[in-house]
Structure formats: C-alpha cells, structure tokens
C-alpha cells in the first residue's frame, strides 16, 4: 500500500507542523477559515479530541477542517437528525467534516399516499 502524501509531506511532518505551517499548504478557502481562528464550538471538539483521541466523539461542529492530529478519529457528526458515524482517514485533511456527512436522501418515488386523487392512482403497467 503507497504512503500518504499530503503536498509532498508525509503524515508524520504534517503532524510534527504547527498551525501555521499547516495554513500554507491547505486551500485559500481553508487559509481564511483557519486565518479567522476556531469557534467555541470547534475548540470544545478539539479539546475533547486531544483529551481521549479514542473514544467517540459527538459533535455539530460540521464546519471544523480536518487537521492532521485528526486521522483515526471516529466522530457522530450530526446531520440535522441523527449522528452519522464518521472515521477520520488521513485523505481528509485539508476538507471540513461536513464534506463527508451528507444532509439530504435521495428522493425515492413509490406508489401515491393517502389522499391522492383517483386518476394519480393509475399506474400504468409499461
């Protein structure tokens, strides 16, 4: 199996790098955010992250980037219902949580409901 490769730095630099360091190689979009600094809500993920880095972790903080002391981390990331379990793999660096937890089904069509009219009951066999 190939190594990671995050822009040329192995996930061993990439977690040795400070804040910083890490800005310069993410996208602006990612640079801006990380420029503004963390919300209350992200530095609460941080913390309990960096306190027991293997327990799971529940959180609503969709908008969190994923930093390189991430990787391995199982997190429910809310979805607006329910907690979608989430694994933290090292390609995910550089992305925001909410990325890989979707909010919205496909539509799936079946028969009609109740209170349809007579005609919007018709199927038609071809």
Do not use: C
């Amino acid at each position: 199996m190939p190594k990671f490769v995050y822009k040329g730095k192995s996930i061993e630099e990439l977690q040795g790098m400070n804040l910083d360091e890490l800005m310069q190689l993410f996208p602006a979009r990612i640079r801006r955010s990380l420029k503004r600094g963390f919300s209350d809500r992200q530095k609460k993920l941080l913390k309990k992250i960096r306190q027991d880095p293997g327990k799971f972790h529940k959180t609503h903080a969709r908008d969190m980037i994923i930093l390189p002391g991430m990787t391995g981390i199982k997190l429910g990331v809310h979805n607006g219902k329910e907690f979608v379990p989430l694994e933290i793999k090292p390609e995910m660096i550089g992305h925001m949580i909410s990325e890989f937890v979707m909010t919205r089904k496909p539509v799936k069509h079946s028969a009609p409901g109740f209170g349809a009219t007579k005609s919007s009951k018709f199927i038609p066999l071809k």
